[in-house]
């Protein structure tokens, strides 16, 4: 019965670990967007660097990037 919480918890921890999905750095980009046109940029830096995790696509990486660098300057 004890192994059940536990079993639990490392199931939790590995698909944490696993980075964003797709959609989540699709979304990051997105929201990131938002925040710089809104004049937010704390929370669209936060936006742009989610978006850079390895798990994303490259095409989302590559336009993170180019904004992050944009906000960041």
């Known amino acids: 019965m ?6 639990a918890t490392m199931s ?3 698909v944490a670990s696993a980075g964003p999905t797709k959609q989540q750095c699709v979304d990051a ?3 990131g967007q938002s925040h710089r046109q809104e004049g937010h940029l704390h929370a669209a830096r936060a936006d742009f660097r989610a978006c850079l995790d390895p798990s994303c696509p490259t095409v989302v990486r590559s336009d993170c990037k180019m904004r992050l ?3 960041e300057s």
Do not use: F
Request: charge should be negative; charged fraction near 25%.
């Open 2 to 7: 004890r192994l059940a919480p536990l079993l």
């Open 69 to 71: 660098d944009e906000v």
């Open 12 to 14: 939790v921890a590995a």
């Open 29 to 31: 980009d997105t929201w």
